[in-house]
């Protein structure tokens, strides 16, 4: 372990000296990243780029030589592709909807309007018909999925070992998760901002690509969406106005190293044909364990001993933790804006009730297990974010969604 450690400093320390040679050779412009050769990042590239946690545009990388890289375009693929789910939209902004989230429930007399609705339909299509569409938007399509459900396998062998890109090596084998995407996407489409939870290598293979990209502690200024919503994960505001925006052009033969949590949004003026490589980060794998550790509440308790109980066990998670209980307070309602309060506000804040020493003292002990997961978080924002998620699942789990959001902009 000792040796391992050490040669990651060592490749960590190279990575940093060739950034500082690069930015002395090349004239910077503004809010650009590092360009770097793969073959300079030592015998673990992914996890030298990882502690370094910086986006970077990577070029001489393994996947150069995949057969895709030569053979992929519009005219192949139609031979070859066979049967796709396609999304197809009038919009050119993609923006993913998740159809199992509770807040899609509050489309009713009590929050008319709240959340959106789908904004694109899904259909199946065969691969001649999929990629003629492609080039004739609109309407506009985008095809995208793990590549063993999305493409046939002669199309699979032109993938090559994608395990190069795959991050913590060291890992334990039932603890690596690895998923590789086809992306086919129609000119003027552009990807709605949002972050992703894994380490990510992106690489065009028929037309460019061009990213805004924004660091964790960007998202104070973003205003995300509730992780109860449709749109999780992605943000309300204006990435490309902010000071911080960095710019990427991606051609194909270059790979985009795009760090966990790492706001983004993608466009693309042409037609364009891509893969990219998810793989596990730390922070999702502390943060699984910690919203899958036990809750101290009971289901028989009434719905004023949950609300008390709420706000005590809240309390107890946020003591020893940098960020304020008022700060998560702040965010939580910002993601939740757009969901007015009602009348049952002002009742559900209203309920009191007397907890036991011993009550009071198992919600201390509960939230010091968890606590104790996010000090693990090392970056602020990803913390804060997690922070924000967490609370808003905790709440919805205890009280039932018609509840959890007055509570959320209100009660706590």
């Given at each position: 372990a000792a040796a391992a450690a050490a040669a990651?400093?060592?490749a960590l320390a190279l990575y940093l000296a060739f950034v500082g040679q690069q930015q002395q050779r090349q004239p910077q412009q503004p809010q650009s990243v590092a360009v770097l050769d793969w073959r300079e990042l030592g015998e673990h590239p992914m996890e030298t780029l990882v502690a370094a946690g910086q986006p970077a545009v990577l070029v001489h990388t393994p996947a150069e030589a995949w057969p895709l890289m030569q053979k992929w375009n519009p005219t192949y693929l139609q031979q070859k592709l066979q049967i796709?789910?396609?999304?197809r939209s009038k919009s050119s902004t993609f923006q993913y909807y998740n159809e199992n989230k509770?807040?899609?429930d509050l489309n009713t007399t009590e929050y008319p309007g709240a959340v959106p609705l789908k904004t694109y339909e899904e259909i199946m299509m065969n691969g001649e018909n999929a990629l003629k569409a492609l080039l004739e938007p609109p309407p506009f399509y985008y095809i995208s999925g793990p590549v063993q459900q999305q493409l046939s396998?002669?199309?699979?062998?032109d993938v090559g070992d994608a395990t190069v890109f795959l991050y913590n090596f060291s890992r334990p084998r039932d603890r690596v998760a690895m998923q590789i995407n086809a992306w086919f996407v129609s000119g003027g489409v552009d990807a709605a901002a949002h972050y992703d939870t894994t380490q990510n290598?992106?690489?065009?293979?028929?037309?460019?690509?061009?990213?805004?990209?924004?660091p964790p502690r960007a998202f104070?200024?973003?205003?995300?969406?509730?992780?109860?919503?449709?749109?999780?994960?992605?943000?309300?505001g204006n990435m490309s106005a902010h000071p911080e925006a960095k710019r990427v052009h991606l051609e194909p033969g270059q790979a985009l190293f795009l760090p966990a949590f790492w706001f983004h949004h993608v466009s693309q003026q042409e037609t364009s044909i891509s893969i990219n490589i998810w793989s596990r980060s730390d922070e999702f794998?502390?943060?699984?364990e910690a919203f899958s550790l036990p809750l101290p509440f009971e289901a028989q308790w009434p719905h004023f001993k949950m609300v008390v109980g709420l706000r005590v066990y809240l309390r107890a998670v946020f003591h020893d933790l940098p960020l304020a209980l008022e700060s998560?307070?702040?965010?939580?309602?910002q993601r939740l804006h757009s969901l007015t309060t009602s009348s049952v506000s002002s009742a559900l804040c209203s309920l009191d009730a007397t907890l036991s020493e011993a009550e009071v003292a198992k919600f201390s002990q509960y939230a010091a297990k968890v606590t104790a997961l996010f000090q693990q978080l090392n970056d602020p924002g990803v913390q804060a974010m997690y922070l924000g998620n967490y609370v808003e699942t905790l709440v919805y789990s205890v009280l039932g969604i018609e509840l959890a959001v007055p509570f959320l902009l209100t009660c706590w």
């Open positions: 990651l400093a060592v796709v789910l396609a999304k509770p807040t899609e396998e002669p199309l699979l062998r290598i992106y690489l065009p293979v028929f037309g460019s690509k061009d990213f805004v990209l924004l104070a200024d973003l205003r995300l969406y509730s992780s109860l919503h449709p749109y999780y994960r992605h943000v309300q794998d502390v943060m699984e998560a307070v702040r965010e939580v309602q």
